[in-house]
């Protein structure tokens, strides 16, 4: 009699089979459905989506809101990408 396949759970994987799991559906699931996509230097894929409303106006109020935030985050200390895909492990 062979023994049946124990049955996983996220809580029984780690983080980083976790991620190989969402990588690869990700993947699977753009190559599936035709998103055109580019590979960035870190083997992670990009996808290239046009949006239908590129044509239309931002309102006014969230163009005031966007200049707002610039200025309050200038003088802010940012976090370089490659460090936060570093601290993510991606």
Known sequence: ???QAQKKTI???SLTEFKKIVRKIVSEELTKNFI???VDEHGIKIALIQDD???LELREDFKKGLRKSLKETKNRK???LQQVRK???I
């Open 78 to 80: 940012t976090i370089p």
């Open 53 to 55: 409303e590129d044509h």
């Open 87 to 89: 601290t993510l492990g």
């Open 36 to 38: 055109p996509y580019y």
């Open 1 to 3: 009699m062979v023994a």
């Open 11 to 13: 809580a029984d994987i």
